[in-house]
């Protein structure tokens, strides 16, 4: 999910790598344009536009960090909407940096581990505040930001594909 003034590499990393392993991935802007602008200047056109989405929730959603794209993002009545009802169906939530406080500010984050980008924590509303850098607690997956941006989108890949899809792209990009 991308709004203006989304981290640019908390959004591309994620969607390379999953990209290789194979998944089916949109990025979908949340303004009534497919042109969206990122935290430093980079413009990207999206696949689709939250409107063309229609009711079907999809397996996963990615949550960029990065400002003013998290408040961009909380500000999306449609996705907050889609959010909730994704956690209740047990679909997986990812947000990174500053966007795991969207999960916190929706009650998704009560009683679950989490972390995000240091001085976001009293945002994370009901969670326990985790001493990682990514952490995983059920269907939901946060990190702390931008330097965690690989290692979030193989714990992401993980969850999706399973171990030894994620350790096989890992060789196969030299991650270490």
Known sequence: MLANGFEETEALVP????????????????????????????????????GSIGSELPDCFILPGGMPGMTNLLACGPLCDMLIRADSCGKVLAAICASPSILGELGILNGRNAVCFPGFESRLKGARISDGRVCRDGN????????????????????????SVSEKLKKEVQYK
């Open 140 to 163: 939901v997956l946060t990190a702390k930001g931008m330097g965690v941006a690989f290692e979030f989108a193989f714990a992401l890949t993980d969850m999706l594909f399973g171990g």
């Open 15 to 50: 969607w390379d790598v999953l990209k290789r392993a194979g998944a089916e991935i949109k990025l979908v802007s949340v303004s009534g344009s497919k042109t969206v602008s990122g935290a430093h200047g980079l413009s990207l056109t999206a696949d689709t536009t939250i």
